[in-house]
């Protein structure tokens, strides 16, 4: 097995548990304009908004299209309201930055690889207010070694190129760096496409219907020790 010395992890999803973050950060929005947030509802905006961002990877849509159009179009679209999209957005950002639970596992692996004299990296596509603030008052900025953000950098997962920079700027070797993530077109094909070794996060034990091919699958954290 290779050695690995560069430990590359998204967040959402993966280390950060995004779903309570939107699910807190949904209520609060819906309840600004006065709409329940209803089991229908948060899973039609989930889909609306997994197809939105999945656009933007594929670079079907621009930053500011994406900011200016995703609360904008789907409230006029399945809502019938008009609202800012740049300001909704905001909004919606702020109310997503104030919860930052854990996936269960995180900590301890995350101790782990700190007692074990590994170089942690975050490298995500989310912003980066939102992401300063949810690891600052998570108090995991103390495991890593450097935080990568696509809204900084200017490329993003999957794209080859963001993780060309990360390797640049840790000085790291594929063979030694390691890839770790809950999403199979994201985290699992930009690694794939930088040619380093890849770990799918797949806590759920969902089928993979994709031709995307992950070096390892877990299903807890805690399992990368046997990796490792």
């Not at 609060?28 to 304009?33: G, R």
């Not at 939105?52 to 299209?65: A, I, V």
């Not at 759920?204 to 992950?214: A, D, F, V």
């Amino acid at each position: 097995m290779p050695y690995y010395k560069n430990i590359l992890f998204d967040l959402d999803d993966t280390l950060l548990d995004y779903g309570a973050a939107e699910d807190h950060a949904l209520r609060q929005l819906f309840s600004n304009f006065n709409i329940p947030l209803t089991a229908n509802t948060k899973r039609t905006f989930q889909n609306y908004n997994v197809n939105m961002w999945q656009r933007y990877e594929r670079n079907e849509l621009s930053w500011d299209q994406l900011m200016n159009h995703l609360f904008a179009d789907y409230f006029k679209v399945y809502h019938k309201l008009n609202v800012p999209g740049r300001k909704t957005i905001k909004t919606y950002l702020h109310y997503l930055s104030n919860n930052h639970q854990l996936i269960p596992g995180t900590r301890t692996v995350m101790q782990y690889l700190k007692e074990n004299n590994y170089s942690v990296y975050a490298v995500t596509n989310g912003q980066k207010l939102v992401q300063d603030k949810r690891l600052k008052d998570s108090q995991l900025l103390q495991y890593f070694n450097g935080i990568f953000i696509s809204q900084v950098i200017g490329f993003q997962k999957p794209k080859k190129e963001m993780f060309d920079y990360v390797l640049a700027k840790i000085n790291g070797q594929q063979t030694s760096t390691l890839m770790i993530g809950d999403s199979l077109s994201s985290d699992v094909q930009g690694g794939v496409n930088a040619q380093l070794d890849t770990v799918w996060f797949n806590p759920h034990s969902l089928h993979n219907p994709t031709r995307i091919t992950p070096t390892f699958e877990i299903h807890r954290l805690t399992e990368l020790k046997t990796i490792l």
